[in-house]
């Protein structure tokens, strides 16, 4: 029993991380296209994450189309996500909650996350194409530390015996 509520907190854990990185990668590519209407810049990269990562105009050039992509879809499956627990809110204060119709309404907003981590790895797998062994270790270092991810996966050994939540949240030293 211990074993599957590890297993579940692990992937519930690495469900989390992949959802937050998706809203992080949205919102921060949504704010900068503000901060570039705003102010003006050399560089054709709006995008802060890829200015950090120093791509050139050729690599902007096919990132940028694939990002807006990614962006609009990541942003119409979060929004999915929201009303889906809107919902079920709805359902449980309801006077007579029906916890099969709870249930299923969660398989729903768990089948969308699903669907913005399959976006999320599919984005970040076609990035690598266009990105040096550099910048994806730059990038991929990044997205560690923004989303509390320690560099070791957990339970390989680091923190085994000290705790599952430390493990699962990285903070052990």
Do not use: Y
Request: proline fraction near 3%; aromatic fraction near 4%.
């Amino acid at each position: 029993m211990l074993k599957t509520l590890g297993l579940c907190l692990i992937v519930t854990s690495l469900a989390l991380n992949f959802a937050f990185g998706a809203v992080w990668l949205v919102h921060t590519a949504r704010a900068s296209v503000r901060d570039a209407e705003t102010t003006t810049t050399e560089s054709a990269v709006w995008c802060p994450l890829h200015r950090e990562l120093g791509v050139t105009d050729s690599q902007w050039k096919r990132i940028e189309p694939r990002l807006t992509a990614f962006q609009d879809s990541a942003e119409k499956l979060a929004e999915e996500v929201q009303a889906l627990r809107s919902e079920v809110i709805d359902l449980i204060a309801s006077d007579e909650p029906d916890r099969n119709a709870i249930r299923a309404k969660q398989d729903q907003v768990l089948a969308t996350k699903a669907k913005i981590q399959a976006l999320v790895v599919d984005h970040l797998l076609a990035e690598k194409q266009d990105l040096t062994a550099d910048q994806q270790t730059r990038l991929f270092k990044m997205l560690r530390e923004r989303t509390g991810c320690p560099a070791d996966p957990p339970m390989s050994g680091q923190g085994i015996g000290r705790g599952m939540g430390q493990t699962l949240r990285g903070t052990i030293e």
